[in-house]
């Protein structure tokens, strides 16, 4: 299947369903996990709860009949940018979706946002939301997800931050077609925005960035 057939039917499953069931995926691993999370765990901790929170999830009886076709990766090693063995990239949060063949997948990036260490820089850097632009993540899918894991301040802050990124991307390294815009997928996730991106190829992305508050201070 070419990639304009695999992203002209990705987009339809997304907006049918995917995209809602992923997001809520990861609502539930979030909220279930949110009383082990604090200000001072790294990026991979918080990934690996939350991971370990939706396996149980979909492994529990009463979770709905529709996710049974849902299977979820954490640190999937991906063959990019000719690298290989313990040197290829790994994406964070993958869901896998069984309905189809090939399976969609539906791609989070997740970084910390913490002053004095992990500013919108990293967030939208040649690691964070560049990934999907250059098309080195989710390069045949019309959609992805960034997650920030705030560690200071609230949404709002970060939100304005990566505003201001924007405004400033005077080299456009980050190929905006359409500026950050509020949205909402789940009422359970409030904070999230939205924005679409030209890759490098020329085909369009469109990236969900949803703010976790992880700032609750260690005792």
């Known amino acids: 299947m070419g990639a304009e057939k695999l992203n002209s039917f990705a987009r339809s ?22 009383p082990e999370i604090h200000c001072n ?9 939350i991971v370990e929170a939706i396996e149980k999830r979909l492994d529990d009886p009463s979770t709905p009949e529709k996710f049974d076709r849902y299977s979820i990766d954490e640190e999937k090693p991906i063959a990019v940018e000719g690298r290989k063995g313990k040197k290829r990239r790994r994406l964070d949060l993958v869901v896998v979706s069984s309905h189809s063949r090939p399976r969609p997948k539906y791609i989070f990036e997740a970084k ?23 098309g080195v993540y989710a390069s045949q899918y019309p959609e992805a997800a960034m997650i920030g894991y705030v560690q200071s301040d609230i949404a709002s802050y970060w939100e304005s931050e990566l505003k201001r990124s924007f405004d400033l991307d005077l080299n456009n390294d980050l190929r905006i077609t359409q500026l950050l815009q509020k949205a909402q997928v789940l009422s359970s996730i409030p904070d999230v ?26 005792v």
């Open 13 to 34: 499953f997304y907006d049918y369903g995917f995209r809602r069931d992923a997001h809520q995926l990861l609502a539930w691993g979030y909220q279930d996990t949110l």
């Open 41 to 49: 765990l790294t990026e991979e901790e918080i990934t690996g709860l």
């Open 112 to 134: 910390r946002l913490r002053k004095n260490g992990y500013p919108i820089g990293k967030y939208v850097g040649e690691d964070g939301l560049q990934c999907f632009v250059q």
């Open 193 to 218: 925005w939205v924005s679409q991106h030209e890759r490098e190829v020329g085909n369009l992305i469109t990236v969900y960035h949803i703010f976790l508050n992880c700032s609750v201070s260690f």
